[in-house]
């Protein structure tokens, strides 16, 4: 299949109205969105659907994120819609954040992959927004990478791993976000922190005080253990060189690292020039929203150096650092190493 490239920088309405007409045609089309690059299709499209799941080869149980570009269209993906999700759309839409409530009728099966709910979000992103206004229809989109590989923050990832595999890429600019959305579950007893994301747990227990954090945000799941977000009981976000995540002080990092042979490390701004083995920085440690915008990119880019194996400096886990350390841990395959 060839792919289309469809410039959304220079030739912005052309790209959004050929998107459009590709997505109403059950075509599958990867969009630029605040937090990572998305591979959508129609919510209403069985088809589309498994496309995108083919695409990825995104095991079938895990499933999709449906899109609105404007609150009047919850009504059609979501039913029986408490009080607390409008708080929550208020607070915190248009932007990174995704709830999970009972799913509406019209809404393909396989969206849900099996389950009677549906994660909804209201992207903040002006291009996706303007392809689901001028298509008319909500979007279910996953993130544009191959299952399992780190998440796509720019149109050249999204190309790297899926091009001949889709019908179009709208060719954006970087996202700002870099991390998928929060994900929070209302259907349960209490609400449920399934994914962290760039709005915090600090900004979602002012309007969720009884927020339950799933054991699943940092531990691996134990076998036989049922996953209230499917998502969670992969291998996710991995580069192929094997990896580590490490915690502890600047210090015993630089030491640590500098110990080992033929390795290379992830570290933070704050030690880049102490560290004598290839290293690539994804930010400074005080500022969690750097760190979360870079993390993917870097994840690819040390495929690029021939080591063995790479530590990875792990981040506080307060205020959008816990969704840095979440997509590390799973990128590490929960191996961490404490100094
Ligand atoms: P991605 O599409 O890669 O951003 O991943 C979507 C995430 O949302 C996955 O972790 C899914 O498990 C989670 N998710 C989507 N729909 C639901 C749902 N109905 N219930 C629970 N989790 C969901
Ligand atoms: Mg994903």
């Known amino acids: 299949m060839k792919t289309l490239k469809l410039d959304a920088v220079d030739n912005y ?97 396989s969206v849900s992959g099996g389950l009677e709910t549906v994660a909804v979000r209201f992207p903040s992103e002006k291009t996706i927004c303007d392809i689901i206004s001028t298509s008319g229809i909500p979007l279910a989109a996953p993130s544009a990478n191959t299952s399992g590989r780190p998440s796509p923050t720019t149109a050249e990832h999204v190309i790297d791993d899926l091009k001949g595999k889709i019908d179009a890429v709208v060719m954006g600019k970087d996202c700002t976000v870099g991390v998928e959305s929060t994900v929070v579950s209302l259907v349960g007893e209490k609400p449920r922190l399934l994914r962290p994301g760039a709005v915090t747990v600090e900004q979602l227990r002012k309007v969720l005080p009884e927020l339950v954090i799933d054991d699943a945000v940092l531990e691996q799941l134990k076998d036989g253990e049922t996953a209230a977000s499917p998502g969670m009981k992969y291998k996710h976000y991995a580069p192929k060189t094997d990896a580590f995540l490490v915690e502890g002080c600047s210090n015993s990092f630089v030491n640590f690292v500098n110990s080992k042979d033929g390795c290379a490390a992830i570290c933070f701004s704050e030690e880049y020039y102490s560290i004598n083995v290839p290293k690539i920085c994804y930010g400074s440690k005080r500022d969690e929203s750097s760190l979360a915008q870079k993390v993917f990119s870097v994840l690819r880019d040390i495929d690029s150096f021939d080591v063995k194996e790479v530590y990875i400096h792990a981040p506080s886990k307060d205020g959008v650092g816990l969704a840095v350390y979440n997509r590390l841990i799973r990128a590490c395959g929960f191996k961490v190493i404490r100094l």
């Not at 998305?38 to 209403?44: D, E, H, I, P």
């Not at 915190?92 to 809404?107: A, N, Q, R, S, Y």
Request: with cysteine; hydrophobic share 45%; charged share 25%.
């Open 13 to 109: 309405d052309f790209a959004v109205k050929t998107a459009s007409e590709i997505l109403k045609n059950g075509g599958i089309v990867a969009v630029p969105t605040e937090t990572v690059y998305g591979l959508a299709a129609s919510a209403y499209s069985d088809d589309a659907i498994k496309a995108v799941f083919t695409a990825k080869g995104r095991p079938q149980d895990n499933p999709l994120i449906v899109h609105i570009s404007s609150l009047d269209m919850l009504r059609d993906i979501a039913r029986d819609i408490p009080d607390v999700a409008y708080e929550c759309a208020k607070a915190f839409w248009p932007g990174p954040f995704t709830m999970v409530l009972p799913k509406g009728e019209k809404i393909a099966k």
